[in-house]
């Protein structure tokens, strides 16, 4: 598994839109929490013509700018660190460095045989195997299945990213506007329920886009 990609990047480019849509969606519910949960009072203020006065306004600069910040981060943060934090590992983090001694044998659609039979003696060094997996991924990574895969392991990885910095900003947000112990509990919760669905996704959606790359080699005529 490749640390960085070009076809990376144009596979993020997509996922954009899906991201904002979880930005958009985070806003409106922690707004609503800040709100004391009270989406009468939520609207008035959104359409006060006080608006530049009032604590929710301000609330939605801070989060606008924040976002602008995290976007920012998430493009300037190595793909790397990245994976160390998803897979919460330091050193040979990607399902690549256990490509084939590890996920390859959990998925009985791979066929091991076949695979040793194209391959020769698989290895079992973490670099080596995720070296050996890459060369593989480059003779398939134009398949519709590869595509979506790999697609989705990368919307997963940025959504468990950019929560980790929601997360972070509205810690500070909570402080800054002095939330109630109840919107405190409420939304960290939120955010922290969604930061572990995202990163179990990612994280399985990572060792399936591995897994899919064997299937499609082992399968594969012997030439």
Same mark, same amino acid.
């Given at each position: 598994?490749?640390?960085?990609?070009?076809?990376?990047?144009?596979?993020?480019?997509?996922?954009?839109?899906?991201?904002?849509?979880?930005?958009?969606?985070?806003?409106?519910?922690?707004?609503?929490?800040?709100?004391?949960?009270?989406?009468?009072?939520?609207?008035?203020?959104?359409?006060?013509?006080?608006?530049?006065?009032?604590?929710?306004?301000?609330?939605?600069?801070?989060?606008?700018?924040?976002?602008?910040?995290?976007?920012?981060?998430?493009?300037?943060?190595?793909?790397?660190?990245?994976?160390?934090?998803?897979?919460?590992?330091?050193?040979?983090?990607?399902?690549?460095?256990?490509?084939?001694?590890?996920?390859?044998?959990?998925?009985?659609?791979?066929?091991?045989?076949?695979?040793?039979?194209?391959?020769?003696?698989?290895?079992?060094?973490?670099?080596?195997?995720?070296?050996?997996?890459?060369?593989?991924?480059?003779?398939?990574?134009?398949?519709?299945?590869?595509?979506?895969?790999?697609?989705?392991?990368?919307?997963?990885?940025?959504?468990?990213?950019?929560?980790?910095?929601? %997360? $972070?900003? /509205? =810690? *500070?947000?909570?402080?800054?506007?002095?939330?109630?112990?109840? +919107?405190?509990? &409420?939304?960290?919760?939120?955010?922290?329920?969604? %930061? $572990?669905? /995202? =990163? *179990?996704?990612?994280?399985?959606?990572?060792?399936?886009?591995? +897994?899919?790359? &064997?299937?499609?080699?082992?399968?594969?005529?012997?030439?």
């Amino acid at each position: 598994m490749a640390n960085e990609l070009s076809t990376s990047e144009k596979l993020q480019k997509e996922n954009i839109s899906n991201i904002w849509k979880i930005i958009c969606m985070d806003f409106l519910i922690l707004n609503i929490i800040l709100s004391a949960l009270n989406i009468e009072k939520f609207m008035s203020l959104l359409l006060s013509k006080s608006m530049l006065d009032n604590s929710l306004f301000k609330l939605l600069l801070s989060f606008i700018l924040g976002i602008l910040i995290v976007k920012l981060l998430l493009n300037i943060l190595p793909a790397e660190i990245k994976h160390n934090i998803i897979f919460g590992k330091l050193k040979y983090s990607l399902p690549g460095h256990r490509a084939f001694t590890v996920h390859a044998k959990k998925d009985p659609r791979i066929d091991m045989e076949n695979l040793e039979k194209i391959l020769g003696v698989l290895p079992t060094i973490p670099s080596e195997q995720n070296r050996v997996w890459y060369k593989i991924y480059q003779k398939h990574k134009n398949d519709e299945q590869i595509i979506d895969s790999h697609l989705k392991f990368l919307f997963f990885r940025d959504s468990s990213i950019l929560t980790i910095f929601i %997360l $972070i900003g /509205f =810690i *500070i947000l909570c402080i800054t506007f002095k939330a109630t112990l109840f +919107q405190w509990i &409420l939304s960290i919760s939120f955010i922290t329920i969604q %930061l $572990i669905i /995202f =990163i *179990i996704s990612a994280r399985n959606n990572g060792i399936r886009f591995v +897994q899919n790359v &064997l299937c499609l080699e082992s399968h594969k005529d012997l030439p």
